[in-house]
């Protein structure tokens, strides 16, 4: 998608199912450009031929397709406005749909029942020739393990467009494993998950807007369809078509990031953790940091806000040895607990300026955190 190639486009008249075409839409539109500075990018592609509607979207960097089934009169193709069309299609009184497209007029008609809309239309010529994918050799990843992997390391990914390898997630296949890895350079989540079956050895630094997105539409099905072509990734989850860009650089090598050995092991209680953390950070605004003290027997989580005042809350841990403080910022401790599964993690700490680990002996799920230094 970096050379834009166009797409010829001529008229079309179709029918078709709203419920179907509203469903679809919802799911192409997440690819229209927020603020685009190119005008075709903030439009959705309409094709039809054969009994089909297919429908697409792009930003340049990211790409969604999908199709319906459609009573097509006249094949062609048409460029809509893309936020405006998903408005009216979602607003429309009737079961069916006919949109109809005049290439002398540049506009498309819109009728169901008794609305009708005629909408100035894009030129399909502008419209970016998205990324081949049929030469791409895909291979199928189960699609419980792949979203429950992209949800628990994707958050930890940057979104400083300035360095853009952290803005991605490594994904990495082979040896009958899935490892994922992000960081934004303040915290750093790793996944290892095991993969059934042969699975073809495979690395990429993909988009972690990608991987969000694909996790919001994967639907339910069984598996979903991976590869690369070139320099995009592509993924199939049922009738949706994702191409994304790979992400070219080095991304840092997680394994030499987390310190082999701790001074302090503390195992604690997963969801009254939690629950503290998010009382206390009630108060952490302007980054403040929350302060975690550990002593015999027991961890006092607190916050001091100069223009609000001060929280604290204590709850057991089997602490033991001098008291040790160490400050963590709110939300990284948040989604850290958040990311842990099992109802018990472990918390490994070596100093109050040293990095904290966060995971679990249920699986293979690791999550470095940064410290804040504290003042006073």
Not at 26 to 36: F, N, Y
Not at 39 to 44: A, D, V
Not at 137 to 164: C, H, M, N, Y
Not at 252 to 258: E, F, G, M, S, V
Request: aromatic letters at 4%.
């Amino acid at each position: 998608m970096n050379q834009v190639e166009t797409a010829v486009g001529s008229g079309l008249r179709l029918t078709c199912s709203r419920a179907e075409l509203v469903e679809k839409l919802a799911v192409v539109s997440r690819a229209v450009s927020m603020r685009p500075t190119v005008q075709i990018l903030s439009g959705i592609w309409l094709q039809a031929s054969d009994g089909n509607l297919e429908l697409a979207a792009t930003d340049m960097e990211l790409s969604l397709r999908s199709s319906l089934d459609a009573e097509i009169a006249e094949p062609g193709t048409v460029v809509v406005p893309g936020r405006l069309f998903v408005e009216i299609a979602r607003l429309l009184p009737a079961d069916e749909v006919e949109i109809a497209h005049s290439p002398e007029e540049g506009r498309v008609s819109v009728v169901s029942g008794s609305a009708s809309y005629s909408l100035h239309t894009h030129s399909a010529e502008d419209f970016p020739r998205l990324p081949e994918v049929d030469a791409a050799q895909t291979f199928g990843v189960p699609r419980e393990a792949l979203l429950e992997t992209i949800t628990r390391v994707g958050r930890s990914a940057s979104r400083d467009e300035s360095r853009p390898v952290l803005t991605g997630v490594l994904v990495r296949f082979g040896e009958g494993k899935l490892v994922m890895a992000a960081t934004d350079s303040y915290r750093l989540a790793v996944k290892e998950t095991a993969i059934e079956g042969q699975v073809p050895e495979l690395e990429a630094i993909v988009p972690a807007r990608a991987l969000t997105e694909l996790a919001r539409i994967a639907g339910a099905q069984g598996t979903i369809d991976l590869g690369v072509h070139e320099n995009h990734v592509v993924f199939r989850a049922g009738d949706v078509l994702l191409t994304t860009r790979r992400i070219d650089g080095q991304f840092p090598d997680y394994r030499q990031l987390i310190p082999e050995q701790f001074e302090h092991q503390v195992k604690l209680a997963r969801g009254e953790l939690l629950d503290v953390v998010r009382r206390i950070a009630v108060m952490a605004q302007r980054n403040l940091p929350l302060r975690l003290r550990f002593a015999e027997g027991e961890l006092t989580v607190s916050v001091q806000a100069q223009d609000l005042g001060e929280a604290r809350e204590t709850m057991p841990a089997p602490f033991a040895g001098e008291a040790l403080e160490i400050g963590f910022n709110a939300e990284f401790l948040r989604d850290g607990i958040e990311s842990v599964e099992a109802d018990e993690i472990e918390l490994k700490l070596i100093s109050p300026l040293r990095p904290g680990l966060i995971r679990s002996e249920e699986d293979d799920f690791q999550y470095l955190i940064m410290p804040i230094r504290l003042a006073g």
